[in-house]
Nanobody
Framework: QVQLVESGGGSVQAGGSLRVSCQASEYTRTMAWFRQAPGKEREGVAAIDTVGGTNYADAVKDRFTISKDNGKNTLFLQMNSLKPEDTAMYYC??????????????????WGQGTQVTVSS
């Protein structure tokens, strides 16, 4: 079982930037970031596969960038031009199989504990 630990969340004003990281305990295949706001379902934000293919939710395209340092087993999410509606708990996820950059939670079976991102207006 892969262990995933997120870090880098925090509070920022609208228009600001944050970078969250996810340290994996071992090599991982397709990875993704999800988020969940209070009272809402978990939603896929961005995913990256083993050949660098990426996929983004429409709500974050052109503002967020997902990347992965395979040598360090670390996943990143650079978030720019943050909006209050980006406020949520952000979760890192890793898939057990070689799949494309899927944004559906059911594609992943390893999850981190989450890191809170709060954007104030």
């Amino acid at each position: 079982q892969v262990q995933l630990v997120e870090s880098g969340g925090g509070s920022v004003q609208a228009g600001g930037s944050l970078r969250v990281s996810c340290q994996a305990s071992e090599y991982t295949r397709t990875m993704a970031w999800f988020r969940q706001a209070p009272g809402k379902e978990r939603e896929g934000v961005a995913a990256i596969d083993t050949v660098g293919g990426t996929n983004y939710a429409d709500a974050v395209k052109d503002r967020f960038t997902i990347s992965k340092d395979n040598g360090k087993n670390t996943l990143f999410l650079q978030m720019n031009s943050l909006k209050p509606e980006d406020t949520a708990m952000y979760y890192c996820a890793a898939g057990a199989f070689y799949i494309g950059p899927d944004l559906r939670p059911r594609a992943y079976d390893n999850w981190g504990q989450g890191t809170q991102v709060t954007v104030s207006s």
